[in-house]
């Protein structure tokens, strides 16, 4: 790790090749040391726990999650006994189901997990997912009268309905309505057969950081126990939900949940579980996307969440959820195909809205906004909520981006760690800023009259002002010094043992000091990936990469043979070909020796 780690600056880097200034996360020194002693790993990885807020005793299940050890009893949530009674009426009576979701990647795999455990437990089960640009957000009567219509006795709203009181009145004497939901609650909760959320705010459940995905399994879970107590699977198997911990690893990771504690037992068991490609959707998205590996988190959160994203935002709304259940292999590759071909539309819509909103996002960051809030005729509602993301990851504070269209602004916006957007967006709705308004956490929807923007970007600045004295984006934030000659398989498998990465357990970054490029080329289908190779002070050689290596002083700066030493900040990893394990250093800044 290296001494000095209370300096301010590493290696005197204030302006970095991206123009960043490169500084050390903080960790207690001496519990590290504890936890490397206690472990018998070397004391770089004590430091990496520490950090990560871990202790000795917390350390083993740390690097080792097990349901077994994490696990909660699913009856500890509000209304979970209520809604597993009802569900186990509705499979002993063979009634018909109905199963109301949503358009992400969180309501997509719930409505997958629901749907496949009722079916296989004998009920005839439809669904409907709204159309973003023409229901909206969430559960609309219209779409639920039409489910009861067809014969649904029991309705199942997934990653939606905590605040739907005034919809499901009308349904009152159609249909019971059961809602698993993760969202922001507000006062007492719809008079309906059972609203299951962590987030209500009467349930202690303390399992406030899970997704909609994760609250839908446990239900499941319950399910299965109530039928048991029943006899139901005298003479008949039961489903296998640990074969569903894919959804839930795949939810998790796209929907920005904490990768700590229980998520990170759920995401390490689904990742495994994902491996073994047993669900033809998720094996052939995986075909698609070119990963021919063992899937990851980042893999999830960068390949193939988005392609299941696409068909809700400029597509058709269920085409992610069609392709989570699809049976066939074949089928499945061909919606697979076709999310792969709506994504890079996608890409293209997002790509033109960004370059517009860059600039005007950097001008309300010079002008002191805690908050940023960008609107504009004709931007996408499908795809501001990923340039929220962008414009939030590039200044490191809360963004929200709207399109306007018949006077109304409709956008999203996401969060960093540590300020509630959800719960702001929710009280500014309460306030009367908003025509409607809900979310978790990391991420938020919203709709208002395009003449309350001022006032909504002033309510945000006042309620998340404390945004304005986060670190900026223009610092990066470094765990740890390396030898390029110590930078090899072994080092990087250690380090791999932190993963999953994500929300809550970054993936750490180090330094590689004073290294020198000895050879490089670019590589990739579009040539935007620079391959070097670089060789240490003190001796080795590594391999490093450089993604979306556009022109510039940083890929400038890998393609420079026997130019002027480097300090490299990027990722260790471990990379497999051909049954070799080998190091690799992932690059994502620099700076001139």
């Given at each position: 790790?290296?001494?000095?780690l ?12 991206t ?33 990560r807020?871990v202790?000795a005793?917390?350390?083993t299940?740390?690097l080792?999650?097990t349901?077994?050890a994490?696990?909660p009893?699913p ?32 309501g ?6 629901v ?9 005839e089960?439809f ?21 009861a ?8 709203c ?24 993760h ?10 057969a ?5 987030n ?37 198997a ?8 894919d ?21 390490t068991?689904?990742?495994?579980v ?9 094996a052939?998205?995986?075909d698609?996307a ?16 988005p392609?299941?994203?696409a068909?809700?935002?400029?597509a ?14 074949f ?10 071909s ?54 490191n504070?809360p963004?929200l ?13 996401r ?10 967006v ?6 009367g ?27 945000l ?14 610092e990066?934030?470094l765990?740890g ?7 090899d ?29 000895v ?5 990739g289908?579009?040539g ?6 670089v ?7 590594l ?7 556009k022109?510039g002083e ?11 030493p ?23 800044d620099?700076?001139?020796?």
């Open positions: 790790m290296g001494a000095g209370n300096f301010v600056t590493i290696l005197g880097v204030e302006r970095s090749l123009g960043r200034r490169w500084v050390w996360r903080q960790a207690e020194e001496r519990v590290g040391l504890g936890i490397a002693q206690a472990l018998g790993v070397p004391e770089l990885m004590g430091r990496l726990l520490a950090a807020g202790s005793d917390q350390a299940d740390f080792e999650p349901l077994r994490m696990l009893d009856s500890c949530m509000v209304d979970m006994d209520k809604a597993a009674e009802r569900l186990a009426d509705a499979v002993v009576a063979g009634e018909c189901v109905g199963v109301f979701g949503d358009y992400d990647v969180d997509a795999c719930s409505s997958a997990l749907i496949s455990v009722l079916r296989e437990l004998g009920c089960v669904y409907h997912v709204p159309d973003r640009m023409l229901e909206g957000y969430g559960p609309n009567v219209a779409a639920l009268r039409a489910m219509e067809r014969g649904a006795k029991l309705l199942v997934v990653d939606c309905g905590t605040t739907g009181h005034e919809v499901f009145a009308p349904l009152h004497n159609l249909a019971d309505v059961i809602v698993f939901d969202h922001k609650a507000e006062g007492l909760p719809p008079k309906i059972a609203t299951v959320n962590p209500r705010l009467d349930c202690e459940s303390g399992l406030t950081g899970i997704c909609a995905t994760a609250v839908a399994f446990f239900g499941c879970i319950a399910l299965v126990r109530a039928l048991r107590r029943r006899e139901f699977f005298a003479g008949r039961a489903p296998d939900l640990l074969a569903s911990l959804l839930v690893a795949l939810a998790t990771i796209c929907d920005v949940m904490p990768l700590t504690g229980l998520n990170r037992a759920l995401v068991q689904g990742l495994r994902m491996g073994r490609r047993a669900r033809p959707g998720i052939a998205l995986l698609v070119g990963l021919a590996e063992a899937p990851t988190a980042m893999n999830c959160g960068f390949a193939l969440g392609r299941i994203n068909s809700g935002r400029i058709e709304s269920d085409m992610g959820l069609r392709l989570l259940l699809a049976e066939d292999a089928a499945a590759r061909d919606l697979a195909e076709t999310l792969d709506v994504n890079r539309q996608r890409q293209l819509v997002e790509a033109g809205i960004l370059s517009a909103a860059m600039s005007v996002a950097e001008s309300q960051v010079i002008a002191g906004h805690p908050v940023i809030l960008l609107a504009q005729d004709g931007w996408h509602p499908g795809v501001v909520g990923i340039v929220a993301g962008r414009l939030k990851e590039k200044f504070r963004a981006v709207a399109g306007i269209g018949d006077g109304v602004a409709k956008g999203s916006g969060s960093v760690p540590g300020l509630d957007l959800g719960a702001a929710i009280t500014a709705r309460q306030a800023l908003l025509a409607t308004g809900g979310g978790h956490a990391m991420a938020a929807g919203f709709s208002l009259p395009a003449e309350n923007l001022a006032a909504f970007h002033a309510f600045d006042e309620r998340l002002a404390v945004a304005a004295v986060l670190p900026g984006a223009g990066l934030t765990e010094v390396l030898a390029v000659a110590g930078a398989a072994a080092l990087a498998q250690m380090v791999a043992r932190l993963g999953p990465f994500g929300m809550g357990n970054e993936e750490p970054l180090f330094v590689l000091p004073r290294a020198r490029v050879k490089s080329d670019r590589i289908k579009d935007m990936t620079i391959r070097a190779l060789e240490g002070e003190g001796g080795g050689r391999k490093t990469l450089l993604f979306k290596a022109e940083l890929a400038a700066a890998l393609t420079r043979v026997g130019g002027a480097l300090h490299l900040a990027g990722y260790l990893r471990a990379e497999s070909w051909n049954g070799r394990v080998s190091a690799g250093f992932f690059v994502t620099a700076a001139v020796a």
